[in-house]
């Protein structure tokens, strides 16, 4: 039984892996092809994406029409 347990959960743990890695891959492709070059040394290599993050601080945010701070 424990034997099973170790190969399905590794068989899992391997899919999961092999997933992730070629939906990154997939998706550095498509910048790449949108940006027309060679990103190879602007992604951010966790979310596979060049584009920058909109910087937005926590004080534009309203909460029933009032200001945070």
């Known amino acids: ?4 347990l170790l190969i399905v ?4 743990t391997v899919g999961a892996y092999m997933w992730y890695y070629a939906t990154l891959g997939k ?3 498509e910048e790449e092809k949108a940006a027309g070059r060679d ?7 966790f979310t ?9 601080s926590i004080t534009n945010y309203k ?3 009032r200001d945070l701070y």
């Open 48 to 56: 596979g994406s060049a584009k920058d993050v909109k910087e937005e």
């Open 39 to 45: 990103l190879t040394y602007e992604i951010n290599p």
């Open 9 to 12: 959960g590794g068989t899992l």
């Open 63 to 65: 909460i029933n029409s």
């Open 1 to 4: 039984m424990e034997l099973a």
């Open 27 to 29: 998706k550095i492709t």
